[in-house]
């Protein structure tokens, strides 16, 4: 049992390029979702979904789109990335009992 | 709207001395759920309690304690005879009931110091 798994666990990009982070579980959880970490600010919501063809918009979305073609993977669309979008980024499913998160993607953009 | 404030940024004890980090949460759900999660340098989360809005009575689990008072909106979450591998950053975090959001705090960096 995977849980959540997150890739990459590093990336660097340049100004302008475009990129997927991937999360997929293994838990058949209908809720899953993106956050962003940044240092002295905690971790804010970017999107969600709460099944598969349903996703909605979090705290913090300008910049990100999302899919959710399965209940399994929920990937997060960098279309044109900004230096702002340093940051690590954290994929979670959650079910009643509380939530899972995966290990992190650490993005840097330069 | 819901809010997590944890007030202390950082925190600095020498080992073997008790530390109790606070977290005061808004909310105006009558249920939610309350957590703590460990942030090791690692970067991984660590999950380590959640508490219902009905259940106040205060949890220990080997060194870690909680204590959650809905009069005064806060679970502040101490650690006895801290550690070294006690340091990380802590955050505690809110979910209302009937949503998926989970609300974080800021965090609170502690390093225990040998």
């Known amino acids: 049992n995977a849980g959540v798994t997150q890739t990459p666990k590093f990336q660097v990009l340049k100004t302008g390029q475009s990129m997927t982070l991937q999360c997929a579980q293994d838990?058949?959880?209908?809720?899953m979702s993106w956050y962003r970490q940044d240092p002295g600010m905690g971790l804010r919501l970017i999107h969600y979904s709460v099944g598969a063809g349903i996703t909605d918009q979090g705290e913090v979305p300008n910049g990100y789109n999302v899919s959710r073609s399965t209940t399994e993977d929920f990937p997060l669309r960098l279309l044109s990335a900004a230096p702002s979008q340093t940051s690590v980024y954290f994929c979670?499913?959650?079910?009643?009992?509380?939530?899972?998160f995966g290990s992190g993607t650490r993005l840097t953009v330069v | 709207a819901q809010k997590v404030t944890q007030a202390q940024t950082e925190i600095s004890v020498v080992e073997k001395e008790d530390v109790t980090l606070d977290c005061v949460y808004e909310t105006r759900d009558t249920t939610y759920y309350l957590f703590w999660y460990k942030q090791p340098p690692s970067g991984e989360l660590v999950f380590l309690i959640r508490r219902n809005s009905f259940d106040e009575q205060n949890e220990i689990s080997g060194r870690y304690s909680w204590n959650f008072q809905k009069s005064t909106s806060s679970f502040n979450f101490t650690i006895t005879a801290s550690q070294v591998v006690d340091s990380a950053v802590y955050f505690c975090?809110?979910?209302?009931?009937?949503?998926?959001?989970?609300?974080f705090g800021k965090g609170t960096k502690l390093s225990v110091i040998p």
């Open positions: 975090a809110l979910l209302g009931a009937g949503s998926y959001q989970l609300t």
């Open positions: 979670a499913s959650y079910r009643g009992d509380g939530y899972t």
């Open positions: 838990m058949n959880h209908e809720y």
